[in-house]
């Protein structure tokens, strides 16, 4: 027979209360406490480790349907993308360490990544991208890549690395999952700072 679930939490917790207020007058009598069961045809006497074990069992198959195997509810919440580092490497070359951010509690295969780049809120570039990696739920991954400015965006990076500022970039695109096969639109605005000591590197 299945005991209700709440009505096995709640003897729990009082056969708890009552162990403590035990525990405190004899320490050597905790775990030999016995619980009993009443059922209208056995009797069942368990200990109460055993107990209170069992009926935690319980509750967590109870919440066992649709979740996940780390125990959270299956959820798909929109991705995100952010620049984690950005190096002027040259002249003509500058790369980042683009991060993915997977906001759901299942792991996410990336695709595609589109997205107009902004500099300081003038349009920058163009950023596409296959990452072709799987996050797990709840993390993040970097896949670094060239970033295709222009020179415009580029010459107010040059100048924030000689002055030592900071400047804005926004993304705004698309995201493409091929597991689930989805597709996300995103918005990402933030700062990137110079890295002291590191020329041309930007966080």
């Known amino acids: 027979m299945a005991y209700p679930t709440r009505e096995i939490m709640t003897s729990a917790a009082r056969i708890q209360s009552l162990h403590s207020v035990a525990y405190a007058s004899d320490p050597s009598k905790c775990w030999s406490s016995q619980v009993s069961i009443k059922h209208p045809n056995r009797r ?28 959270l509810i299956k959820r798909i919440n929109p991705p995100s993308a952010a620049f984690e580092r950005l190096n002027l490497a040259d002249e003509d070359s500058t790369r980042v360490a683009l991060r993915l951010h997977n906001f759901s509690t299942i792991p996410m295969t990336y695709g595609q990544i589109t997205a107009t780049i902004r500099i300081d809120g003038r349009t920058a570039g ?5 990452a072709g990696i799987e996050i797990p739920g709840l993390s993040s991954d970097v896949i670094d890549i060239e970033l295709p400015l222009d020179a415009r965006a580029r010459a107010r990076i040059a100048r924030a690395d ?12 698309t995201i493409q999952t091929t597991a689930p096969a989805q597709r996300f639109p995103f918005l990402f605005d933030s700062r990137l700072n110079p890295v002291p000591g590191r020329p041309g590197e930007f966080r």
């Open 44 to 71: 069942h006497t368990w200990s109460l480790g055993a107990f209170v074990v069992a009926a935690l069992a319980m509750v967590l198959a109870g919440c066992g349907a649709g979740a996940t195997r780390t125990g």
């Open 126 to 130: 163009q950023l596409l991208v296959n």
């Open 162 to 173: 000689r002055e030592a500022g900071a400047f804005s970039y926004g993304l705004e695109g």
